[in-house]
């Protein structure tokens, strides 16, 4: 065989497996991000309270270890072109040292535009400069919003006509530019796309040097929202694994919008989805319900675990759905999952999961061993909720 070919092969074959040994992120990168509760109002003060209580309330210890600022944090730029930040944070760079001080790592935002949504200063023309900055101040996230690009891909596509996927290959060189110049910069820093999975990020993510890149339009505390983003996750499984993910946005767990249970499917849905856990809640006010759905030991081992695959809709009829997902181990995870309004009496095969001879069956938010189940296992689903099961052989 030809070298060059010989090399080219080897390069496709173990790119993954070497993306994930080098990527900051070989399982679902989890924390938190300040957009769905604080937008633009959030300041320093309150990513330092919110550094304060996720060791306070055990979540540090459970996983969650980004502290992510979202968009509103820029100032204007110096003399040289440097970003700074605004009046709510004067101190990057000692706001980084506080939050690495709780063991924790510090996340920030941009966009590959002039603007970002909230209309603050982007990066364009200033890839390799903003991440030296943020590499100098000690940021360990970077957030890169698509928001006001889309104004040069709409002037590709006008400069070349003939040419009907020249908008989506100037994103892609975008973002490319980016994850390169904060390669450059030595320091590990996990790298998330967010453009609403325009042009299928999931097909080219790993290619520009991210870990995780949104699959969806933006998140809201309802139901309805909730839902249909996870129900929209089930046709590209097979792109998530060790070292890059699908992101299906943030989560909601906390806000006020949802009840409990709700919550509860909306956790138990993004745990099977091996989708990254970036709460949005305010944490100083988070009640005991919140704090036990976000800290489940069993449901974030579920999407931490190191096999790294995402969960497939086994079966959808009506208001149901299964969801299966393989842990390592041998086991598989299966969500019992309802859309209807009231309590659900489903049911599946073992055989078709994987457990022709019976399994032990756990039932992870109850936390309670079921015993020895075969043939068909049938559970009760309460309205908008999830039964989540762990089998085992």
Not at 251 to 276: C, F, T, V
């Amino acid at each position: 065989m030809n070298v060059r070919l010989l090399l080219a092969s080897f390069a496709v074959l173990f790119a993954p497996a070497l993306h994930a040994q080098t990527s900051p992120a070989p399982t679902p990168p989890m924390g938190w991000n300040s957009w769905n509760h604080f937008a633009g109002k959030v300041t320093d003060a309150d990513v330092r309270a919110t550094a304060d209580q996720l060791v306070s309330t055990g979540m540090r210890d459970a996983g969650y270890v980004y502290v992510n600022i979202d968009d509103t944090w820029q100032g204007k730029r110096d003399a040289n072109g440097a970003i700074r930040g605004n009046e709510k944070f004067p101190d990057m760079k000692a706001l980084a040292d506080y939050v690495h001080s709780k063991g924790l790592k510090l996340g920030i935002y941009s966009s590959p535009g002039e603007k970002t949504c909230a209309g603050y200063a982007g990066s364009y023309g200033h890839e390799a400069q903003d991440a030296q900055t943020y590499a100098a101040w000690g940021v360990d996230f970077l957030k890169y919003d698509l928001c006001s690009f889309g104004d040069q891909m709409s002037a590709e596509r006008k400069a070349h006509p003939d040419d009907p996927q020249a908008g989506e290959k100037l994103m892609i060189a975008a973002y490319k530019k980016m994850g390169d110049a904060l390669r450059a910069t030595g320091r590990p820093i996990l790298y998330s796309l967010c453009q609403y999975g325009f042009a299928d990020p999931w097909k080219w993510g790993p290619s520009v040097g991210a870990s995780m890149w949104r699959t969806t339009d933006d998140i809201n505390d309802t139901w309805p929202r909730m839902f249909i983003i996870g129900q929209e996750q089930a046709d590209i499984a097979q792109y998530a694994g060790p070292g890059h993910w699908n992101d299906p946005d943030m989560l909601e767990i906390g806000n006020g919008g949802m009840k409990p249970d709700e919550y509860r499917q909306h956790m138990s849905l993004w745990a099977m989805l091996a989708a990254p856990l970036l709460a949005g809640n305010d944490l100083t006010k988070m009640s005991d319900v919140d704090r036990s759905i976000l800290t489940n030991r069993e449901v974030i081992a579920i999407d931490q675990d190191p096999l790294g695959k995402q969960a497939t809709r086994q079966y959808e009829h009506a208001d149901m759905s299964v969801w299966t997902k393989p842990l390592s181990g041998g086991r598989v995870a299966v969500a019992l999952v309802t859309s209807s309004w009231g309590e659900r009496r489903m049911q599946f095969n073992l055989a078709e999961v994987g457990f022709p001879n019976g399994a032990s069956v756990r039932d992870v938010w109850d936390g309670k061993d079921l015993g020895r189940q075969s043939g068909v296992f049938t559970g009760v689903v309460p309205g908008h909720g999830v039964l989540l099961l762990i089998l085992s052989k």
